[in-house]
C-alpha cells in the first residue's frame, strides 16, 4: 500500500493476557528495572488523545501524520528511534542501549520507557494523536491511570500479507526491517497487540479501517474516520456511535489468536 504517494507526512510487559510467559520471553519483549518517574499530574488538564495502531508495514504514521487536522501528531516509533537525540526526555547510557537492542530486535522496550516518552507531549498539548501506541494491555492501564482518560482507537486493518508486502517495500534503511526483526515485529503484533486490540473493540473503543483498499481509499476512509472521532471529542460527545461492525478479517484474526493461546 503505496500510502506515502498519497499522504504528505509531516516532518517531525508485559500483562500477557492469556500469553504464556515463555511465549513472551520468545519475543524478546524487556524491561527497564529503574521504574521512570512521571513528570507532572496529567489527571488535572482536561485533554483529548486519540490512538492509532496498525501492524508493522501498515502505513498508520503516515496517515496520522495528515497535516489536514489540527492536533499535534505523535509518531511514538519515530520519538524511540531517534530516542538519543530528543532532549527533553533523558535515558541513562544503558537504557538507550536497551532501547535500541530492542528496537533493531523487532522487540517491545519497556512500558515505563514508553510512558516516560509519552509525558512530555501530554504535558504541553490537550489535543493529540498517538501512532503506535497501545502495544500491550498494561500500557492502556498505566495511560488510563496516569491521565485520568480513556481514548479511542483507531486502527489501519491490514492482512498479514499486505504488512509483508509493504515492509518488504521499504528496504533495510531502518535497523528493524530485516528479516528477523520483521518476522519478530509481526509476531509480537499476533501474539500481543491483537489481543489488546480485542479488548479496546469488546469496550466499543475501537475505530476500524480497511487498510488492504487501494491507498486513496484507505486515505480517505482514514481522514473521514478521524476526522468524525476527533469533532465528537472536542463536542463533549462519545464516539461508540461512529464506530463500524467489526470486520470478518479482524473477528478471524482474533479468533485464530485466541486458539493458539489453548
Not at 38 to 51: M, P, S
Not at 67 to 88: D, I, Q, S, T, Y
Not at 185 to 214: A, E, F, N, W
Request: with cysteine; proline share 5%; hydrophobic share 35%.
Amino acid at each position: 500500500m503505496a500510502i506515502d504517494s498519497v499522504v504528505e507526512a509531516k516532518p517531525s510487559m508485559v500483562q500477557n493476557g492469556g500469553i504464556s510467559n515463555s511465549k513472551i520471553k520468545r519475543l524478546g519483549v524487556v524491561t527497564v528495572q529503574n521504574k521512570l518517574p512521571v513528570q507532572g499530574t496529567l489527571t488535572q488538564v482536561k485533554r483529548h488523545v486519540i490512538w492509532v495502531i496498525g501492524g508493522p508495514g501498515s502505513n498508520k504514521s503516515l496517515l496520522a501524520s495528515n497535516p489536514k487536522h489540527p492536533w499535534v501528531h505523535l509518531n511514538l516509533g519515530a520519538e524511540l528511534r531517534n530516542v538519543g537525540h530528543n532532549k527533553k526526555v533523558t535515558f541513562s547510557a544503558d537504557q538507550l542501549t536497551s532501547i535500541r537492542s530492542s528496537l533493531n530486535k523487532g522487540e517491545l522496550v519497556s512500558n515505563e520507557v514508553v510512558l516516560h516518552l509519552l509525558t512530555p507531549f501530554l504535558n504541553r498539548h490537550t489535543h493529540l494523536v498517538i501512532d503506535g501506541f497501545p502495544r500491550n494491555p498494561d500500557q492502556i492501564k498505566l495511560f488510563e491511570e496516569e491521565t485520568g482518560i480513556k481514548p479511542p482507537c483507531i486502527l489501519v486493518d491490514c492482512s498479514e500479507v499486505e504488512l509483508g508486502r509493504s515492509l518488504g517495500q521499504r528496504g533495510k534503511e531502518r535497523g528493524d526491517n530485516d528479516a528477523s526483526a520483521v518476522k519478530n515485529r509481526l509476531t509480537t503484533y499476533r501474539v500481543i497487540t491483537l489481543p489488546t486490540l480485542k479488548m479496546l473493540d469488546d469496550h466499543q473503543r475501537l475505530h476500524i479501517v480497511d487498510g488492504d483498499s487501494d491507498p486513496s481509499t484507505v486515505v480517505a476512509e482514514f481522514t473521514q474516520t478521524i476526522s468524525e472521532v476527533m469533532n465528537a471529542l472536542e463536542n463533549g460527545g462519545k464516539t461508540t456511535g461512529l464506530r463500524k461492525p467489526s470486520t470478518d478479517t479482524i473477528r478471524a484474526m482474533y479468533q485464530e489468536v485466541e486458539d493458539e493461546q489453548l
